[in-house]
């Protein structure tokens, strides 16, 4: 289970943070800089990226039905 927990926090925590960072980047042509790492301002990328995929898996879900 330990396992499990820790697999699902490096996924949440450096994919969707790392994501988040780079649609901000995309979205503002780089002139916004947030922190995906370990800080306080990285919960912001963070929560856009896991957003930016969630949005992006229901599209390719309707697209495929």
Do not use: H, P
């Not at 995309?26 to 301002?41: N, P, Q």
């Not at 969630?54 to 495929?64: E, G, K, R």
């Amino acid at each position: 289970m330990i396992v499990i927990e820790w697999l699902i926090e490096i996924l949440f925590f450096a994919c969707c943070g790392w994501v988040g960072y780079i649609v901000v980047k995309i979205l503002t042509f780089g002139k916004v800089e947030i922190d995906y790492g370990r800080s306080a301002e990285s919960v912001i990328a963070e929560f856009i990226g896991c957003g930016f995929l969630l949005v992006v898996s229901l599209l390719v879900a309707f697209w495929w039905t």
